[in-house]
């Protein structure tokens, strides 16, 4: 691995360098909130960039790059074929980047059959991940097997020194993206280093004290024998269904497959899907497993923090805090899984 | 009666996806022998949006297939012992491949027992075939209906009442399963009951499904996806869940 340095200044430059490897989206400041923006080249002040940087994961989770909401997989008679064109992607944090190689990539590339879309977009997109100087109260990746920086599995990382931002190249298409800038990135300084380290160690500070215990680290049983359907009803007593925390989630992976006729044809289309839907289990006839609302809500917590920890060693939960910010009802899933 | 191009060949126990043009797919489970490879027979019944389109289709018109997915029954570990076939209702349709894929090497088993449960004699499946398989040898039938007519000789009453007095002892044996959830409970409950080790009662879940091989998620039934762990699982692998049956 190597570290660049990036002056402050530059992160307009920096931006429009990137956009040489593809379509570029950066995290622009909306609200209080983060949200990815497409690179345009306009005139938008470093500082401003800067700070859109330093906040936590944009409010999109990470995956809307990679799966769509709704797409088109196959059609039928005639034939189509996808041209999926390099992306960079500035400002995924750890809680992301891992959502994609923990989670997505086990469901997507992995078993009897890899998702060629997903594949593809994987092979092409260059994601540039962001350290979180200053993570949030509804953070909470340092209890979930995470970091509030990421030294591995984005292609490049951005990390706030002393004076500007410390560029680690973490992969061959990170090498490749920084090539193409020639010597527009430049030799970093020691203190800059230094100064980076303090920021990381302050941020797991922050982050411990948010969160002050781990989890039980025998969740998967918890999970299993809660079977108490007043346990799960009493999570959700505040819960008014409006399935945003599942929606935003970078971890959901489910989808539904559905037809529909072009012209003469048909066309299969794969659309995300959400458990909390009350048609989800619903089998032919219409008996339906996963009829009442306190099912699916434990089906939701057996996906992430049993099924998964016990089929790849990983919950399928990053800590991103976005279900947590995003909830009508004020729910914090933190405060469930204690109470497991 | 399907004629897949290129022709699919299946093992026992796996499914398809069948599509009904412009409306969807659904899985269904082959009920015709799986050494026929030209042609494929499914047995349908009509409950909603898909199975009801599939009944409008005529002779010579053209569906979209895809599979097979899902893990074959462990057929030679039957090899020398008695294997015992309990189905529910048209939960027999996918037991028809297994009982045939069977046939086709009847005397590897001790003796195939194919029992099977109906709600009356009217809705039988496969009636006319049942008198053919009773005269094999190495084959033994029982049926029960849960209400009879007048013309009814056989056992009336829930199908489990055929697992009284098995010919066979248990650990001699295997059972497999398949019909509405209930069934299978009380299926499941006696059969452990007579002494079935949990790894010797084959059931076959059958859960929502999309896409088939464990990506959608729909399937899930504790750790295991039904589409590419099953559909047909082993009670071992998830008595420690609340109701399976469900
Ligand atoms: C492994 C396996 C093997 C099977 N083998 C057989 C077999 O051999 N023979 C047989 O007859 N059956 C078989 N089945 C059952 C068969 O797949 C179902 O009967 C079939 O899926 C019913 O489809 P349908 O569209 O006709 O029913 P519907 O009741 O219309 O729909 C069922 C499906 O559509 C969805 N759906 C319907 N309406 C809505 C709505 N308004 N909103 C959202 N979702 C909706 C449901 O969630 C469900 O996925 C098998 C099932 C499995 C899993
Ligand atoms: S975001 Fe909150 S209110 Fe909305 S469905 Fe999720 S738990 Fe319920
Ligand atoms: S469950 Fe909540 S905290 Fe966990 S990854 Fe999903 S949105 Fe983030
Ligand atoms: S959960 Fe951790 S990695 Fe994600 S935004 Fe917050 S501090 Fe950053
Ligand atoms: S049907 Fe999609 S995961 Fe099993």
Same mark, same amino acid.
């Given at each position: 691995?190597?570290?660049?340095?990036?002056?402050?200044?530059?992160?307009?430059?920096?931006?429009?360098?990137?956009?040489?490897?593809?379509?570029?989206?950066?995290?622009?400041? #909306?609200?209080?909130?983060?949200?990815?923006?497409?690179?345009?080249?306009?005139?938008?002040?470093?500082?401003?960039?800067?700070?859109?940087?330093?906040?936590?994961?944009?409010?999109?989770?990470?995956?809307?790059?990679?799966?769509?909401?709704?797409?088109?997989?196959?059609?039928?008679?005639?034939?189509?074929?996808?041209?999926?064109?390099?992306?960079?992607?500035?400002?995924?944090?750890?809680?992301?980047?891992?959502?994609?190689?923990?989670?997505?990539?086990?469901?997507?590339?992995?078993?009897?059959?890899?998702?060629?879309?997903?594949?593809?977009?994987?092979?092409?997109?260059?994601?540039?991940?962001?350290?979180?100087?200053?993570?949030?109260?509804?953070?909470?990746?340092?209890?979930?097997?995470?970091?509030?920086?990421?030294?591995?599995?984005?292609?490049?990382?951005?990390?706030?020194?002393?004076?500007?931002?410390?560029?680690?190249?973490?992969?061959?298409?990170?090498?490749?993206?920084?090539?193409?800038?020639?010597?527009? #990135?430049?030799?970093?300084?020691?203190?800059?280093?230094?100064?980076?380290?303090? @920021?990381?160690?302050?941020?797991?500070?922050?982050?411990?004290?948010?969160?002050?215990?781990?989890?039980?680290?025998?969740?998967?049983?918890?999970?299993? @024998?809660?079977?108490?359907?007043?346990?799960?009803?009493?999570?959700?007593?505040?819960?008014?269904?409006?399935?945003?925390?599942?929606?935003?989630?970078?971890?959901?992976?489910?989808?539904?497959?559905?037809?529909?006729?072009?012209?003469?044809?048909?066309?299969?289309?794969?659309?995300?899907?959400?458990?909390?839907?009350?048609?989800?289990?619903?089998?032919?006839?219409?008996?339906?497993?996963?009829? @009442?609302?306190? @099912?699916?809500?434990?089906?939701?917590?057996?996906?992430?923090?049993?099924?998964?920890?016990?089929?790849?060693?990983?919950?399928?939960?990053?800590?991103?805090?976005?279900?947590?910010? !995003?909830?009508?009802?004020?729910?914090?899933?933190?405060?469930?899984?204690?109470?497991? | 009666?399907?004629?897949?191009?290129?022709?699919?060949?299946f093992?026992a126990g796996q499914f398809i996806?069948?599509?009904?043009?412009?409306?969807?797919?659904?899985p269904f489970t082959p009920s015709?022998?799986?050494?026929?490879?030209?042609?494929?027979?499914v047995t349908?019944?009509?409950? !909603?949006?898909?199975?009801?389109?599939?009944?409008?289709?005529?002779?010579?018109?053209?569906?979209?297939?895809?599979?097979p997915?899902g893990?074959?029954?462990?057929?030679?570990?039957?090899?020398?012992?008695?294997? #015992?076939?309990?189905?529910? !209702?048209?939960g027999?349709a996918p037991l028809r491949s297994l009982?045939?894929?069977?046939?086709?090497?009847?005397?590897?088993?001790?003796?195939?027992?194919?029992?099977?449960?109906?709600?009356?004699?009217?809705?039988?499946?496969?009636?006319?075939?049942?008198?053919?398989?009773?005269?094999?040898?190495?084959?033994?039938?029982?049926?029960?209906?849960?209400?009879?007519?007048?013309?009814?000789?056989?056992?009336?009453?829930?199908?489990?009442?055929?697992?009284?007095?098995?010919?066979?002892?248990?650990?001699?044996?295997?059972?497999?399963?398949c019909?509405?959830?209930?069934?299978?409970?009380?299926?499941?409950?006696?059969?452990?009951?007579?002494?079935?080790?949990?790894?010797?009662?084959?059931?076959s879940?059958e859960?929502?499904?999309?896409?088939?091989?464990?990506?959608?998620?729909?399937?899930? #039934?504790?750790?295991?996806?039904?589409?590419?762990?099953?559909p047909v699982?082993?009670?071992?692998?998830?008595?420690?869940?609340?109701?399976?049956?469900?």
């Amino acid at each position: 691995m190597r570290s660049l340095f990036l002056p402050l200044a530059s992160i307009p430059a920096f931006y429009t360098q990137l956009a040489k490897y593809g379509e570029t989206y950066h995290p622009r400041v #909306l609200d209080s909130h983060a949200i990815y923006e497409l690179w345009r080249e306009e005139e938008i002040a470093a500082e401003e960039l800067h700070q859109a940087l330093k906040m936590v994961r944009p409010v999109e989770p990470l995956k809307e790059f990679f799966l769509r909401s709704r797409e088109r997989v196959a059609s039928f008679p005639q034939l189509f074929s996808k041209d999926i064109k390099p992306k960079v992607i500035v400002g995924a944090k750890d809680c992301d980047i891992r959502s994609l190689i923990e989670i997505q990539d086990n469901v997507y590339l992995k078993g009897v059959l890899e998702d060629p879309f997903y594949k593809e977009r994987r092979e092409k997109y260059l994601v540039v991940t962001v350290d979180c100087p200053e993570p949030a109260d509804t953070c909470f990746c340092l209890r979930i097997g995470g970091k509030p920086y990421s030294v591995w599995g984005g292609d490049l990382n951005l990390s706030f020194g002393e004076e500007g931002i410390i560029v680690d190249v973490l992969s061959a298409k990170g090498e490749e993206a920084v090539e193409k800038m020639g010597d527009f #990135l430049k030799e970093v300084d020691k203190k800059e280093i230094k100064k980076r380290d303090k @920021h990381r160690t302050d941020a797991e500070r922050r982050l411990a004290k948010v969160n002050p215990d781990e989890f039980a680290p025998d969740l998967p049983d918890r999970i299993e @024998h809660q079977l108490d359907t007043t346990f799960w009803a009493k999570a959700l007593a505040n819960c008014v269904d409006c399935q945003a925390c599942e929606r935003i989630c970078p971890t959901c992976y489910c989808f539904l497959l559905y037809d529909i006729p072009v012209g003469k044809g048909v066309e299969r289309v794969k659309v995300l899907d959400w458990c909390y839907h009350a048609a989800y289990g619903r089998v032919g006839g219409g008996v339906n497993p996963l009829a @009442h609302f306190s @099912h699916r809500l434990r089906n939701r917590f057996e996906c992430k923090f049993m099924a998964f920890p016990r089929n790849f060693k990983v919950s399928a939960c990053t800590g991103c805090g976005r279900c947590i910010a !995003g909830c009508t009802g004020k729910i914090d899933i933190r405060e469930v899984l204690r109470a497991l | 009666m399907l004629e897949p191009k290129p022709a699919l060949s299946f093992h026992a126990g796996q499914f398809i996806e069948l599509t009904a043009p412009g409306v969807g797919e659904a899985p269904f489970t082959p009920s015709s022998s799986p050494y026929v490879e030209e042609s494929m027979e499914v047995t349908i019944m009509k409950v !909603g949006r898909v199975t009801s389109k599939l009944f409008d289709v005529r002779p010579g018109d053209t569906l979209a297939v895809r599979g097979p997915y899902g893990v074959p029954y462990e057929t030679d570990r039957y090899e020398g012992r008695h294997v #015992l076939i309990v189905g529910g !209702g048209v939960g027999l349709a996918p037991l028809r491949s297994l009982f045939l894929a069977l046939l086709h090497n009847v005397s590897a088993y001790k003796k195939i027992h194919l029992y099977y449960g109906a709600r009356t004699p009217k809705d039988i499946v496969y009636d006319r075939l049942f008198k053919e398989w009773g005269k094999i040898k190495n084959v033994e039938i029982r049926r029960s209906v849960d209400v009879g007519d007048k013309n009814w000789k056989e056992k009336v009453g829930v199908v489990t009442v055929l697992l009284d007095n098995l010919p066979f002892k248990p650990k001699d044996g295997l059972a497999v399963a398949c019909g509405p959830p209930v069934m299978m409970k009380f299926v499941t409950k006696r059969l452990l009951e007579l002494g079935f080790a949990d790894e010797d009662i084959y059931l076959s879940m059958e859960k929502n499904m999309s896409c088939g091989f464990g990506k959608c998620g729909h399937c899930r #039934l504790g750790e295991l996806f039904c589409c590419k762990d099953g559909p047909v699982i082993t009670w071992d692998r998830i008595k420690h869940l609340e109701d399976p049956f469900v």
